[in-house]
């Protein structure tokens, strides 16, 4: 019989439940069973029970096919004798008799234990998948074609957005300013990126996202092109990188502040050399001298030989007290604090007051000034600084005045110490705040006053610079400073 030779399990049962045909598939299943086909109800090969299958809590498929005469597929569990599993999809199918009565069934097993040991291992990989879109803490998205598909509860709140479905709303384009960092558009540089990704299989690459309060901050983006349904879609994990890239911000502004500062030492180095060495060479040259005085007798000649070694070294001793000052800014500061500045400025008035006494000088101080945010002392070292270098360089001016106040209308606003003296040609105002610059060379000082204010404002984190219309037309100097809050 043809049935006989098919390899499947097939058998013919009927009305009465009773099997009037196994196949050879069939008799070896039952002898594996230890069942006699003699007399064996189909549910006996089912399930190995002397139970129908309804009082087992089963589908019964014969039952079935009788009242709707049509095909019907069930599957089963069978368990040997060390209770192994198999796996069986049952297709069970009508006979019908001259009258169009259903006979008999006739029943084929297919074995489908690997593939839904297949099946069962895809839907555990799925969910497995699923598990670590959800509670990885990048933020995941699933892009087809222009459209999110799918995001996870990271992408949500990376783009603080209320829910899934609102995120979802939108499309990718949506999500990115039309500008990015590098000055090419959003549009034009997606589009280039997302034709690698489908060429190359994936991309990994920095892109500035608009969050959904149009705040924009920086991600790193690694796209995958995943084949599904005859088509590739886009799998995308963004990663925030603000930490980092503020960090990178950080280390680049370090390294060219220690290029500025190296390029600043060479210049000090190279100041502090030629500076002290005038000094030496006085102290020398009149120590030769001084002996030769001494050996003829001159005393005369003696004593201004000590005034001149006494005053080369007052100046080396000038020299370096100031360089050591400087060398102090930056290392050694006190905690910032909200500094009146009003107070802080009559206070460096008084401390130059025999400065500019004796120079007749008149200060006239702003009233109301604000209240900045720094190192006290350091600041009063800077008011203190341009006070005393506005009255080195009054130069002849009959009726000298100061003035300190503040331009308030400008953001943010700048302080400036304002003279009537010598005033600055601008091809020289740049150079004003250099290592003992000295414009005018019979002026007192070492030339570090400036340099060090520079120094301080800096590390406030403010600007100096100088306003002058040239020779006779006096100078401002101008700062500004952290306000302290309110």
Known sequence: MVLDAIPEVTVVID???????????????????????????????????????????????????????????????????????????????????????????????????????VQQALRASEETYRVLFQQTADATLIIDEDRFVDCNDAAVAMMRFDSRSQLLRVRPVDLSPEVQPDGRSSEEKAAEILARAFREGSQRFEWRHRRADGTLFPVEVLLTAVPVAGKQILHCVWRDITDRKQAEQEREELIASLEAQNAELERFAYSASHDLKSPLVTVKGFLGLLRADLASGDHEAV????????????????????????????????????????????????????????????????????????????????????????????????????????????????????????????????RVFGLFTQLDQTAEGSGVGLALVKRIVELHEGRVWVESQGAGQGATFCFTLPLAAP
């Not at 900045?372 to 600041?379: A, E, I, S, T």
């Not at 009054?394 to 005033?423: A, H, L, W």
């Open 303 to 430: 004593e201004n030989d000590l005034e001149r070694i006494e005053n080369a070294a007052s100046k080396m001793s000038v020299l370096l007290n100031d360089l050591l000052e400087l060398s102090r800014i930056g290392r050694v500061t006190n905690d910032p604090e909200p500094v009146p500045f009003e107070e802080l400025t009559r206070e460096a008035v008084e401390l130059v007051r025999g400065q500019f006494t004796a120079a007749g000088a008149r200060i006239e101080i702003q009233e109301g000034l604000p209240i900045v945010y720094g190192d006290c002392q350091r600041l009063l070292e800077v008011v203190q600084n341009l006070i005393d270098n506005a009255i080195k360089y009054m130069g002849s001016q009959p009726s000298p005045v100061v003035e300190i106040g503040c331009r308030t209308s400008s953001d943010p606003p700048v302080f400036y110490v304002k003279d009537n003296g010598i005033g600055i040609d601008p091809a020289f105002q740049d």
């Open 15 to 117: 009305r009465d439940y009773r099997l009037a045909f196994a196949n050879r598939a069939a008799r070896q299943l039952a002898a594996d069973r230890n069942l006699a086909l003699d007399d064996l109800k189909c549910h006996a090969l089912f399930h190995g029970s002397a139970f129908p299958c309804h009082e087992l809590g089963l589908e019964c498929p014969l039952k079935n096919v009788i009242q709707t005469r049509k095909a019907t597929m069930i599957q089963r569990v069978l368990l040997d004798a060390e209770g192994n599993e198999t796996h069986m999809e049952i297709h069970v199918s009508p006979v019908f008799d001259d009258e169009g009565h259903v006979q008999r069934v006739i029943e084929v097993w297919h074995d489908v234990t690997d593939r839904n040991r």
